[in-house]
């Protein structure tokens, strides 16, 4: 009979070549190539997370722009997330847009703090220079036609400016996905508006009426279904990670809590990646999609019509919630923060 060291010393060894035949499997899969355009507040900083962690996707770059903070926080914060995670080498960050196409401001500091991490990685330093954005989106939907998957989860300032500045892409990009409107619930910013469609509706409808192959929406919807709860951040491994999270979501949680007695935070961000790399989480209906642009009381608002044959977007209407959460926290643990300076305010 084999000695226990040697029924042990097989099964180690039966593992490693397990995890190594995976490697060379994802290896040889081609990666989905990913824009991620963010205002990186708590949600958008866990989708770049979402996006480091889940080894079957390539973020081959990260464009921001105005929305929850202004650009230069939003630019500042992806650049920490991405070193903080040690992908700074791989994951280059652009700056964009500075101003939404109405010249309006709207913020949602309530929600992610001033800072819009919630006061985490206020020192941690970045070597990114501010790169424009808008020029390199368009050269790399060129370089790659056909190739890339847009994951929009901000105004969608960014690529509506793209698309006027070089019509010729509109066929090149293989899907789009925004985590954008509110269609049959409530806004978050009025009764009627969501923040991303509210903070720049001329440039949603630029991107409503240009005919890409495949435009998905992600919206209050299905997004407000997706919690992130303490309980589930506790069953990341990695205690640094785990942590940096729960701090992270502190407040974000705490305002759920307060003005909805609900167990978490929506995940309204990771979810529209999420939808990039498994469809299948949301349904989804085919309906004419437009934005309200007049009204006083409903300006922003994302109108959705199936009484039309002028069909212009794909909307989820409901999410596996469960499932959801569980790939979300499973790549969340494949995650190691590598920094070893640092300051963190823990605040739970």
């Not at 040697?6 to 040889?28: H, M, P």
């Not at 722009?65 to 202004?70: A, E, I, L, P």
Request: with cysteine; net charge neutral; aromatic share 8%.
């Amino acid at each position: 009979m084999p000695s226990r060291a040697a029924i042990n010393g097989s099964r180690n060894s039966g593992r490693y070549q397990w995890i190594k035949l995976n490697q060379i499997l994802l290896r040889t899969i081609k990666m989905k190539k990913i824009i991620l355009d963010v205002d990186t507040g708590v949600d958008d900083a866990i989708a770049i997370m979402l996006g480091i962690g889940d080894p079957t996707i390539e973020i081959i770059g990260i464009t921001t722009v105005t929305g929850n903070v202004g650009v230069d926080r939003a630019f500042e914060n992806s650049c920490r997330i991405v070193r903080y995670f040690g992908q700074e080498q791989k994951i280059p960050v652009y700056y964009g847009a500075r101003e939404n196409l109405f010249e309006r401001s709207v913020r949602a500091f309530e929600v992610h703090g001033e800072d819009g991490l919630n006061g985490m990685l206020p020192d941690l330093s970045y070597n990114n220079t501010k790169r424009p954005a808008i020029t390199w989106l368009i050269e790399q939907i060129k370089k790659f036609p056909n190739e890339i998957t847009f994951v929009g989860t901000a105004p969608i300032t960014n690529l509506a400016l793209a698309v006027k500045l070089a019509p010729e892409i509109i066929p090149l990009i293989k899907e789009v996905i925004l985590m954008t409107g509110a269609f049959e619930f409530p806004g978050n910013v009025t009764s009627t508006a969501e923040f991303n469609a509210y903070a720049d509706p001329i440039a949603l409808q630029i991107i409503l009426d240009t005919g890409f192959q495949s435009l998905k929406l992600i919206g209050l919807d299905v997004t407000t279904k997706v919690l992130l709860s303490q309980e589930s951040i506790n069953k990341i491994q990695d205690p640094e990670t785990c942590d940096f999270l729960l701090a992270l979501t502190s407040n974000y949680r705490k305002l759920y809590q307060r003005l909805y007695n609900l167990n978490g935070c929506a995940m309204h961000d990771p979810l529209a990646l999420g939808i990039a790399i498994d469809a299948s989480f949301c349904g989804f209906e085919h309906v004419q999609v437009s934005m309200e642009l007049k009204g006083e009381h409903t300006y922003g608002q994302t109108v959705l019509n199936r009484h039309t044959k002028n069909k212009n977007a794909l909307v989820a209407t409901s999410v596996e919630t469960e499932r959801v959460i569980n790939y979300l926290v499973s790549q969340l643990n494949r995650l190691k923060i590598v920094k070893t300076k640092r300051e963190i305010t823990k605040l739970h």
